[in-house]
Structure formats: structure tokens, C-alpha cells
């Protein structure tokens, strides 16, 4: 400290600050405080001291560099306080120097990341507004590209290898970016900022851009560089990356609309399997939002009761009566409107809730199917199929469920059949093999769904306690027109059956779980899409010149009789295809040549009446 009179002179000063300066001792007094630049003290400073030594001011404080007359630098605060009543004031110096060098290494560490040296992403996100902020004062006529890389499997090397390793992979990755960062400049212009934005990630901004193509070629180039190996620590590793890329007009984005782009590309690059690059697509962003918005929902609604079930019937190929039903289930969306199975099954499988759903399908089919048995006192009912995924078998006690939904409704267990997709279920062992057979010893029906989708191992069928194969309509979409015109051969579905009228125009009167959908309607499933282009109009015939669709269906027939199963064949749309199938020995059919998916009530009218399908024919095949 020191003592100041009321024209600026030092008359004393303390041991500490004369130490502190260097300087020797009682070497102070008499100075002029305005003259000691050894205290720093700036000329914007000078005129607000006198008005602190006559008391016009109470006081003054301000940060500077002290440099001793003796050399050495450090920061101080200096403090001038009026001294009341008399004229002067009191000098303080407190030491900063520790504060002033930790904040700015901290302002360091927010510009640099440092442990490869590269920005860091708090710089970065500045830079990157910066550039925005530029453009739009231009017109907002230029584009901003942005290339986000996050290296695949990374975690596995920090656990393989340990994290020391992992930094130093981190290092080499930031190194050979930077080296190739002069590379990627459009045209030898300015190289792309370059930064880690943290974990595995690193970002490059392409401040001037012609178009999304540099960018998907940027991310290109630089995927290459990176799955090439790198020796580190007396290893070889090699890691491939992948990359979300945006490029857009800088006027109609900003910082975080554009981070979160390149992220959700990033996102849609590792889940195609990594060592790739995606281009951010609006339209499947919002895709991905609606799926987001639906899946958090679902539970809700199944519990607010928003969901309700159509039944398509099960005809017997033999007589047309009907025989059982299938249970398709539909979301009555307040939002988005009434919803078909393919726009929600996926995401409920995802996110678990199909569980929940599944559990209520169940219920609400069994009671249903009850109800029919007890209208019709002494007549056969008709079973219910209930389509179950494989993840139910493993997330939930499947047996468990049947039983005490088959006790709470007392419907008898052959009234019910389990249905599960061919392509889900081989290959299954542990658990839900055995839920299967358990569900198969309590005497319920056990089908596989959509056999013969490519899978020509069969030997999983004695493995399996099977009772029905459902054939994928792929096979009779083969055979449609054979031994007639096609204007005679018109699916029977464009008008719908008297008895059994359609319950539902537009996209979802023809949902993709109805296994009797046409390839060519609105709501068809997309595995039977991708088997019509596997299959095609264009069908292979056998020598004898029938079509090979035909003769593997009467193969499969066979087999499954040989088995001891009964076949139904799904996407029945035309008497033809009804008569061969027939012909073939196949026991059921399933299709729009009987009837779409309709209310429980027209099930009941049409069991209260003949029992027989519209679509079925008594001619001989």
C-alpha cells in the first residue's frame, strides 16, 4: 500500500509494495503516482484522480500490467480510495496474476481442444455462427456446407486397447486431417475449418460452397484418408468413420439447426452399417420426427383406448365356409387419423410398447372370439389369429399371458392361433422356442406367417411346434391369370362382397397387415412389395409349361400334408386362383376374393347367416 497526497505524490509507501516492485526500500516517497509507469496506470485513468484526492470521487479501481523498473511483469488490480476528511488517498496493489493466467487458459481451452490441438467446439460453434452472420449481411445468397465424422467403434478400442491408446488414436486422426485440410479447398480457396467437437467427433465447415456435391465429396475423400491404418504404440489400427453432411443456404438455417442436421445424418450413416456417409435429407428428418411422435404416444394409447381390431375371415378352399379369422389391429390417431399396422408396429417393436399393444390384441381378440362362440350355441366357431412378434417372446412371459387372458374370457385354446413371421422365427432357440411349445402343449395353434419368403432351409419345421403355414402371396400372385383373360380375372376386392361390405376407404381400408392385401393397393405390406419385384409379373414356367410358382406351391402343399400341418394360402384375389388352389390340396385361402378386413359385427352377420364367403365358388377346379 501506499499513501498519496492531493496532487498525486506518493509520501509513503509499506515494505510489501517496495518488495513487490523490486524496488529498494523507502525508494517510493516522493514519486509522482501519475509518473510511475511502474504501476501502469493508464492516460484514460489520469483525469479521475484528482477527483478521488480532493474527494469529488470516492474511488478507482482498474486492472494492469505492472512491469518493475527492475524487470519482470505481473497483473495487479489497483485500488485508489479518497481518504476523507483530509485531502489524499490510499493506494492498494493486490497481486492477479494467478486469475488473469488461469482465465485465459481457459479462453484457451474454449479455442482450442487440448488434446489434438484442433478448435474446440465452443470456437468452433462461434466460427460457425460467424459465418451465417457474414453470409446473411451479404443478401444471404451463399451456401454453408458442414461435415460432422465420428469414428466407428471407437469405444472398442479404448476397451481393447485402454484410453491412453484411444488419445493417441485421436491425435493421429486430428494430424491427418489437418494435413489434408489444404486439400479439400474448393478450387485452392480457403481449407475448411477443422475441429473436435468432443468424444470421437470432429466437424468440418466449408464456409463458400457450390452445392450438396463438394460436400458428399469432401466426406468421400476424407472417409478414405481415415480408413487407412495407423501405427500407434507398437500397434496397427484400423478404424473406418462415418459422416453426416448438410449444405444449405446460410439465410435459412442457423447454428443449431444446421449441428442438428449433420447430426441426425450421422445418426442414419452408423445405422447403415458405418464406413459411410449421409446427406441430410429434410423429408426423412421429418420421417424420423413423425416416428418419434408416435412412438411417444403409443402407450398412452393404448391405455386411453385408441386402438381397435378388424378381423379378415379364414375361408375353407373346400365349401367357402368360414373358418376362423385374423385380428389386425388399428390406431385411431387423434392427430394423424386411423393409422394401419406397417405405420406403427415398427416403432412400438423399438421402443418396447408392443408389448403392452400386443397384450391388448390378445384380450380384445379372445373376448371377441368368445362372444361368437356364445351366439351360436352348438354351431363350430370360428377361431381367432392373433399375429405375435418375436420380441414379445422375449421381453415378455408370452405363455403366461395366453393363459390368463384364455381363463379371464374362457375361450378354449384351440379357438386361438398365434401367428409369427417366417423370416422372425428361424434361427430362434432358448426362450422363445420354448414359450412356443409351451403354447403348443396348452393347445393352442401355432402359424408361421409369409413361409417361403426366401428361406429354403425347412428342417427348422421339426424344431418348431407348428400347426399352420401361411404361404406368402407372393406365390399365388404368380398364377393369377393362367387358363383365363385378365378382364375375367379382375381381383374380386374392386367391388366389395355383398354379405361382408369394405369398412373403410382410402389407404388404410387396405392395410399392410392384412395378409389377404394386394401388391397393388394402397397399405400392402412392404415385404410382399419386395416380393412382387423379386418375383415379378414376368414369371419362369416348368417344362411341362406350368408356371414355377404354381408348382412350388403344390410342392410346399404336399409337404406341410406330409408334416401334418395345414396349409392357408394368403392374397386370394381371384376364382382361379381360389380353384387351383383348391385343386392343389391347399386347406385355406385368405384374400380379397373373400373380403377385406371388417368390423366384428359383419363377422357376426355373416356367421348368423350362410357361414360361406361371397367369393367362393362351387364350380369344379
Known amino acids: 500500500m501506499a499513501l498519496v497526497d492531493e496532487v498525486g505524490t506518493i509520501t509513503a509507501a509499506n515494505p510489501a509494495l517496495h518488495q513487490y516492485l523490486a524496488l529498494p526500500a523507502a525508494s517510493l516517497p516522493g514519486r509522482p503516482l501519475t509518473h510511475l509507469t511502474a504501476l501502469g496506470l493508464a492516460p484514460h485513468t489520469t483525469p479521475g484522480l484528482p477527483e478521488v484526492f480532493t474527494g469529488r470521487r470516492h474511488h478507482l479501481v482498474c486492472t494492469r500490467r505492472i512491469a518493475s523498473p527492475l524487470g519482470g511483469e505481473a497483473w495487479a488490480e489497483l485500488r485508489l480510495e479518497h481518504l476523507a476528511p483530509a485531502r489524499g488517498a490510499l493506494l492498494t496493489v493486490r497481486d492477479t496474476s494467478q486469475g488473469h493466467d488461469l482465465r485465459a487458459r481457459l479462453r484457451t481451452a474454449e479455442r482450442e481442444d487440448p488434446l489434438t490441438r484442433l478448435a474446440g467446439r465452443a470456437h468452433f460453434l462461434d466460427r460457425l455462427a460467424d459465418t451465417l452472420e457474414e453470409h446473411g449481411l451479404r443478401g444471404g445468397r451463399g451456401r454453408v456446407g458442414l461435415c460432422v465424422l465420428g469414428l466407428d467403434g471407437f469405444r472398442h478400442v479404448n476397451t481393447a486397447h485402454g484410453h491412453l491408446v484411444g488419445d493417441h488414436l485421436l491425435r493421429a486422426v486430428a494430424a491427418r486431417l489437418a494435413r489434408l485440410g489444404p486439400a479439400l479447398a474448393p478450387g485452392g480457396g480457403e481449407a475448411p475449418v477443422l475441429a473436435r467437437l468432443g468424444g470421437d467427433e470432429f466437424a468440418l465447415l466449408v464456409r463458400e460452397t457450390t452445392g450438396p456435391g463438394q460436400l458428399t465429396e469432401l466426406a468421400t475423400t476424407v472417409l478414405r484418408e481415415l480408413r487407412e491404418p495407423y501405427d500407434i504404440a507398437g500397434r496397427r489400427l484400423a478404424v473406418s468413420a462415418s459422416a453426416g453432411v448438410a449444405e444449405l443456404r446460410a439465410r435459412e438455417t442457423s447454428p443449431a439447426e444446421l449441428m442438428r442436421a449433420v447430426t441426425t445424418a450421422l445418426g442414419w450413416a452408423k445405422a447403415e452399417g458405418g464406413g459411410r456417409w449421409a446427406l441430410f435429407d429434410s423429408a426423412r428428418s421429418e420421417d424420423g420426427a413423425h416416428q418419434d411422435l408416435l412412438a411417444t404416444a403409443l402407450r398412452p394409447a393404448v391405455r386411453d383406448g385408441e386402438f381397435e381390431l378388424e378381423y379378415q375371415p379364414l375361408v375353407a378352399l373346400a365349401d367357402g365356409t368360414l373358418h376362423g379369422v385374423e385380428a389386425l389391429v388399428r390406431w385411431r390417431h387423434p392427430r394423424f387419423g386411423r393409422l394401419a399396422p406397417n405405420r406403427f408396429i415398427d416403432v412400438a417393436e423399438r421402443d418396447g410398447s408392443i408389448v403392452e399393444l400386443g397384450r391388448w390384441v390378445l384380450r380384445t381378440a379372445c373376448a371377441q372370439a368368445r362372444t361368437w362362440q356364445l351366439a351360436r350355441p352348438g354351431a363350430r366357431p370360428p377361431y381367432v389369429s392373433v399375429n405375435v412378434t418375436v420380441r414379445q417372446l422375449w421381453d415378455s412371459d408370452v405363455a403366461a399371458d395366453v393363459a390368463d387372458v384364455l381363463a379371464e374370457t374362457r375361450l378354449p385354446p384351440s379357438l386361438l392361433q398365434l401367428e409369427l413371421t417366417e423370416s422372425e422365427v428361424v434361427g430362434q432357440t432358448g426362450r422363445p422356442l420354448r414359450a412356443l411349445q409351451e ?183
Open 439 to 621: 403354447l403348443s402343449d396348452m393347445g393352442v395353434r401355432i402359424a408361421i406367417d409369409d413361409f417361403g419368403t426366401g428361406y429354403s432351409n425347412l428342417s427348422y419345421l421339426s424344431r418348431l411346434p407348428v400347426s399352420v403355414l401361411k404361404l406368402d402371396g407372393s406365390f399365388v400372385r404368380g398364377f393369377p391369370f393362367a387358363g383365363a383373360s385378365p378382364e375375367a380375372e379382375a381381383p374380386e376386392a374392386a367391388a366389395p362382397p355383398a354379405a361382408i361390405p369394405s369398412a373403410a376407404t382410402g389407404p388404410d381400408a387396405l392395410p399392410a397387415e392384412a395378409t389377404g392385401a394386394s401388391p397393388d393397393t394402397p397399405g400392402a405390406r412392404d415385404r410382399n412389395a419386395a416380393a412382387v419385384i423379386a418375383g415379378g409379373p414376368a414369371r419362369s414356367t416348368t417344362a411341362e409349361g406350368r408356371p414355377a410358382d404354381e408348382v412350388i406351391v403344390e410342392a410346399l402343399v404336399g409337404l406341410a400334408h406330409r408334416l401334418g400341418l395345414t396349409v392357408t394360402a394368403e392374397c386370394v384375389e381371384t376364382r382361379s386362383q381360389a380353384e387351383r388352389l383348391r385343386a392343389m390340396g391347399c386347406d385355406m385361402g385368405q384374400g380379397y376374393l373373400y373380403s377385406r378386413p371388417v368390423a366384428p359385427e359383419q363377422i357376426g352377420a355373416l356367421l348368423e347367416t350362410t357361414g360361406r364367403c361371397p367369393g367362393w365358388t362351387t364350380s369344379s377346379p
